[in-house]
C-alpha cells in the first residue's frame, strides 16, 4: 500500500489563506491517516492472532458475569450494579479497540478517515477513563464497607450509585469530547503517519504543523484528572481502610474484611500499574515505538479479559451464586 501519496482536504482556498507577518499559512486536514503499526519486526501478525484470542475471553469473561449478576438476585445490590458497569466498560472499550486493530493490521486496511480515526481515538480513551473510573468507585464501596459498615446501606445506595456512574459518564464525555475536538485545529501538512497500533491522541497531534501546545495542555489536564487523580483517591481510601483494619481487635473479623479488598486491589494494580510503569518510563528515557507498543496495547487489552476471571475466583458471593444458577438449571432440567 502506498501510503506516502495521501490525499488532503484544504479549507477554503489559496487565495483566502491567512497571512502573517513571514509567511502564508494554508490549513490542511487530510482525508485518510495511515497507521503504521510494527516497524520492522517479523511475523508481527501474529501478534494481532494473540489481541484476537484475547478479545474472545474478554468478551466470554465480561458477558459472563455481566449474565450471572442479571439473573442472581443475591447480586442486585449497590455494589454489584458497580461490578456491572465495570464488565461493561471493560467490554465495550475492547470492542472499541481489538476488532479495528484486526482489520487494519490482519486484513491490512491500514488507512483511516479523518472523521473515523477521531471517532475511534474518542472511543478508546472514552471507555478506557470509564474502567479508572470504575475502580475508584470501587474502592469508595470498600472504604465505606470497612470504615462505616453500620452506615454502609444507608450510603450505598442503588440511586447512589446509578447518579455516581452517570457522573462518570459526564465527565468522561466532556474531557474526551474536548480534548479529541481540538484536534480539529490542527493542520497536517506533511506525514499523515500515526506512528502507533491506533488513532493514538499524542502520536496524531505531534504530526501537526501549527501550534499544538494547547492539545499538548490539554491531554496532561485528561491524563492527570482521569487517571492519576482516580489512583490517588484509591491509595487514600485504601490508607483509611488499613487505619481502621488495624482498629479491629479479631484477627479473623480482619481477615475476613481484607479478603474483600483482594480482588479490588488485583484489579489496581494489573490496570495502573503498566500503564504509569510506561508513561515514567517515557519521561525518564527513550522507549522504542514497537516497545510503546507492545506495552500500551497490553495495558488496554489484558485487564479487561483478567478482571471478570479476578471477580468470579475471588468472590464467594459471585462463586455462591453461580452454583445456586447451575444447581437451579439442573433441576429445571430434569423437571421437563
Known sequence: MNHGNTTFQTTGDLSSTQSNSSANVTFVRPATFFISGFSN?????????????????????NSFIMYIIYLARRL????????????????????ALIPKLIDMFLLEHQEISYEACLTYMFFVYHFMNLQSLTLLVLSYDRLVAICFPLRYHAIVTK????????????????????????????????????????????????????DNVINLIMANICFGLLVCMPLILIIISYFCIALALLKIAHGAERNKAMKTCTSHLMLVAISYVPLLGTNIAALATFIHPNARIINNSLTQTIPPMLNPIIYTLKSEEVMQSIKQLYKRSKVNILQK
Do not use: Q
Open 41 to 61: 519486526i517479523p511475523h508481527a501478525k501474529y501478534y494481532y492472532v494473540f489481541l484476537s484470542l484475547v478479545y474472545v475471553v474478554t468478551v466470554l469473561g
Open 76 to 95: 442486585h445490590t449497590a455494589k454489584y450494579i458497580v461490578v456491572f458497569h465495570l464488565a461493561l466498560s471493560d467490554l465495550c472499550g475492547s470492542s
Open 159 to 210: 440511586t447512589a450509585m446509578f447518579l455516581i456512574i452517570g457522573v462518570m459518564w459526564t465527565l468522561s464525555v466532556t474531557f474526551i469530547a474536548l480534548l479529541v475536538s481540538l484536534i480539529t485545529r490542527l493542520s497536517f501538512c506533511s506525514s499523515t503517519v500515526v506512528n502507533s497500533y491506533f488513532c493514538e491522541h499524542g502520536p496524531l497531534y505531534r504530526l501537526s504543523c501549527n
